[in-house]
Each structure stands twice: as structure tokens, then as C-alpha cells.
């Protein structure tokens, strides 16, 4: 409903580009993340670092996070004045003192393509005071979600303020994951004005802009707030007639902000877990082969959180953990061909069925067929012959588990529910303790909490085996 009254409005956004031209090339489009407030504070996305990486990529058209209504009379004001007064504008550094002023020395257009109006700020404001009340279990969840977005990216990537940071899919990931709780919980209640419903709304605008320019070959900057950014890039990945770029090819080469965190890509977190692998640890006994761990063994801990940390970092992990199946290190091996197994639609499939073939460890093997399964391409793969090769019983079940797969990748639910596993949590379990509460879904899909079983009935839980 919200997006169908949207669309009717669609003609008040400002574009005075003409429609498809006879060029027919794809727009290059790039997502560039605000933090609003935070570009006033000295560091690696100051000000003057902001224009410097929008005068590198040197767009065409901006489309902003401006509301349609408000972009004229602030640029008659910037035009008469210099200075930008108009109550919505002057709240974002990264236009008074970014973009407006770079009209200067760059041709682009600026595009408005915010959905956001003061009434509906007036009444997500006043409806969340009302929840405050009538939901406060559901709202102090919330609040705790989006106040971990920061603490995680801190303690995995980097500084929240590094561009560096803020324009990586792991980035992204905790994003959506912090603000799940919001969307869930509160996002019909408010309305226009709630997170799927503003993204939605913010999005059809940027739609309709891309389609006045579709064919032209211009080079597309979205300037938008940096929590919204994953929306739009999910969004945008399923247009044919853009290409998304990443904002991290306009970066300096290194952050120039003391003290800046930098994120640690596949190769590194790789380097670090085989330095700190204990290789007596391994269990030896366990049916012949060498990949389950002692129980009461610590590593598995850190094993999990790279493993995590991998994933989150997307396809630009997929390089460096291919190049790890032919790591020296077999446990290096069986843990990018575990990573490889929730990234496999982008993966090698040649590279992944040499391991499942001949890598003298099982657990490798095993993962390198869950990835082969998982990447939506296992019709290709001889599974009867592979399996007439294969002696571990655990192996040659999955072989079975991914010949059933046929061509279904990896859900992204499943990827979710790692991105989302807080490694806070890792040692929250104390045997003696009350168990922390944890929430999951009935087969139903309701939610079920152990809380609610507190003093009522014992409740077991029952895993089947695993690795880490």
C-alpha cells in the first residue's frame, strides 16, 4: 500500500535528464554510505576526504538522500548565497559542505530521491514513544540490536567511521542483522515511515531516476545514509541495465585517521587461524580420519569466528579461500572449503571438485562437496563416480546430501544465520549456570524462547555431530 501511493508522487523527483538515450549501455552505479554527522569529526571520511573520493569517481548524476520538495530551495539558496538554510538540507554535512560546493568544479546533476517527509517523521516519532510503552520487551531488543551494529564492526573490521569499513558486505551484513529486530517487530505499526516500508520507498525514487537514464552509459553516485546502503545494493543487483561498482575502487590507498581500524581481509584472518592452530589437538581416533576436535578444546572458538568473519566478507573472500585448498595446512584446507561451502555460487567448481577428488584429508573432501552442492551447480558433477572413489562413510554422504540438491544454492537465510550468531555469546553457556535464553523458530515458523520454560519442564537440546 505504501509503495502504490508512493509511485503515484513519483513525478515531483527532480531529474531533468532526458529518458533512455540511443547510447545503450549499462550505468555504472556506485553506493556511497553517509554518516552524516560523523564526516564534521577529524578522520579518514572527514570532509575534505569526502570530496576528494567524490572528485575521484567524477559522476555524471548523484542521486541523493534530499526529499524531492526540499532540492530546489536549496539550491536557489546555495546559488544566492552560498550557504544552505533549508531545514531538511542543512542537517547533512555531506551536502552543504560536500556536494554543493563540488558543483563548483565538477559537472554532475544532483537528483532527489528521498522519500522521507516531516509528517512521517512526526509520526514514527510519536508511535515509537507509544511502543516504548505498549512493547517494551520487543523495544529494548531492538535497541540492543542496533547498538551491537557498532560494537561488532569495531571488534571485527575496523573503525565505523573508516570508509574502508563502512563499504564491505561484512559492513553490510551487521547492518541488516542489528536492524532485523526494528523491522520485525515495529515496521506495520509505524508505517510509511518504518524500515522496509522508507527503504522501499527511498528505493522506487533511485528506480525511477536509473530508469530516465537506462542506456546512457553515465556513472551513477548514490549518496544515501550508510545503514541503508545494503537495502539499495540488494535491490540493485537485480537490474540488468546497471552495473554496481564498489566505492572502494575511489579509496585512498590506505586510511590516513590515527588510531583508524582497518579491516582484515581473507588472507589475513587465513594466515592468523593457521598460525594459532594447534595441530596436537586434532582428534585422532575418531573413524580413522583427522578432523574432529578434543572435547573441552578452546580453538574450535576461534575457528568459528573466522569462519564468520569469512563469510562476511563475501565474494571478496572467495579469491583468497580458493587459493586455500591447496594450502599446505589441512586444517587451513577443511576451513576455507567450509566457508567456500556457504559461498559457493561463487566459487570454482572445478577448483572445489579437484578437492572433493584427491585431498588426503576427509573433512576437506566432505566440505568441498557441501560447496559443489550448496553453489546451485551440482548437476554438473559426476556424483556416482565420485562417489565410487571415496572410502569415509561421512563423505560419501554428503555426496548424497548434494546429488538431492540438485540446482538449489544456499539459501540466504542460512548465510543469515551465521552472519547473524554473535560471537559475544561463545562462552555464555556455564555448565552449573542457568542456561542463557535464546530464541528460535517452531517448525511453524513461531518464534519459541527457552525463557518460556523456565521452572515449568526440563527442555533437551539435541545437535547432531559437528567440527567446530
Not at 509528517?119 to 520487543?138: I, P, V
Not at 558433477?381 to 565420485?386: E, G, S, T
Request: net charge neutral.
Amino acid at each position: 500500500m505504501v509503495i502504490r501511493k508512493l509511485l503515484t508522487t513519483l513525478t515531483a523527483v527532480t531529474l531533468t535528464l532526458s529518458a533512455a538515450a540511443s547510447v545503450d549501455e549499462p550505468n555504472d552505479v556506485i553506493v556511497m554510505g553517509m554518516i552524516h554527522s560523523g564526516h564534521r569529526s577529524a578522520g579518514p571520511y572527514d570532509i575534505a576526504h569526502l570530496k576528494d573520493i567524490i572528485r575521484r569517481v567524477k559522476p555524471d548524476v548523484v542521486l541523493t538522500e534530499i526529499p524531492p520538495d526540499r532540492l530546489q530551495t536549496a539550491t536557489q539558496q546555495f546559488h544566492e548565497t552560498g550557504k544552505i538554510t533549508e531545514s531538511r538540507v542543512r542537517v547533512f554535512p555531506e551536502y552543504t559542505d560536500a556536494l554543493f560546493p563540488l558543483t563548483k568544479e565538477l559537472e554532475f546533476q544532483i537528483v532527489a530521491c528521498a522519500a522521507w517527509t516531516t509528517e512521517m517523521n512526526d509520526s514514527r516519532r510519536a508511535t515509537m514513544a507509544q511502543l516504548k510503552t505498549t512493547h517494551a520487551k520487543q523495544y529494548r531488543e531492538m535497541e540492543l540490536a542496533q547498538r551491537n551494529v557498532s560494537t561488532q564492526v569495531e571488534s571485527t573490521l575496523g573503525s565505523y567511521r573508516d570508509p574502508r569499513v563502512i563499504h564491505t558486505d561484512a559492513y553490510d551484513a551487521f547492518v541488516k542483522v542489528g536492524m532485523e529486530p526494528y523491522d520485525r517487530y515495529f515496521n506495520e505499526a509505524i508505517g510509511a515511515g518504518g524500515w522496509s516500508n522508507i527503504n522501499a520507498a527511498h528505493y522506487a525514487h533511485i528506480a525511477y531516476a536509473l530508469d530516465r537514464l537506462k542506456g546512457q552509459g553515465k556513472r551513477v553516485l548514490i549518496t544515501f545514509g550508510s545503514w541503508h546502503k545494503y537495502y539499495i545494493k540488494e535491490q540493485l543487483r537485480q537490474r540488468d541495465d546497471v552495473r554496481l561498482v564498489s566505492l572502494t575502487k575511489f579509496l585512498p590507498e590506505e586510511s590516513t585517521a590515527a588510531g583508524t581500524g582497518k579491516s582484515k581481509d581473507a588472507q589475513t584472518l587465513l594466515t592468523e587461524f593457521a598460525d594459532s592452530w594447534d595441530e596436537a589437538n586434532w582428534e585422532k581416533n575418531f573413524r580413522g580420519v583427522l578432523y574432529m576436535r578434543k572435547t573441552g578444546a578452546g580453538q574450535w572458538q576461534q575457528r568459528m569466528t573466522t569462519l564468520r568473519s569469512l563469510v562476511l566478507l563475501g565474494d571478496d573472500a572467495v579469491p583468497a579461500l580458493t587459493d586455500a585448498l591447496n594450502s599446505p595446512h589441512s586444517p587451513t584446507r577443511v576451513l576455507a572449503a567450509q566457508a567456500l561451502s556457504y559461498l559457493g555460487p561463487q566459487a570454482s567448481i572445478d577448483r572445489l571438485l579437484s578437492t572433493a577428488k584427491n585431498d588426503t584429508t576427509a573433512a576437506a573432501r566432505l566440505y568441498a562437496v557441501d560447496a559443489i552442492g550448496t553453489s546451485g551447480k551440482a548437476p554438473s558433477v559426476d556424483w556416482k563416480a565420485l562417489a565410487g572413489t571415496e572410502r569415509n562413510r561421512d563423505v560419501r554422504k554428503h555426496i548424497s546430501y548434494a546429488m538431492q540438491r540438485e540446482d538449489n544454492a544456499i539459501s540466504e537465510q542460512v548465510i543469515d544465520a551465521l552472519k547473524q550468531w554473535d560471537p559475544a555469546t561463545i562462552n555464555s553457556a556455564k555448565v552449573g549456570s542457568p542456561a542463557p535464553d535464546f530464541q528460535l523458530k517452531t517448525i511453524d515458523g513461531e518464534p519459541i524462547s527457552l525463557s518460556d520454560y523456565r521452572g515449568k519442564q526440563p527442555v533437551v537440546l539435541v545437535f547432531i555431530y559437528g567440527d567446530t
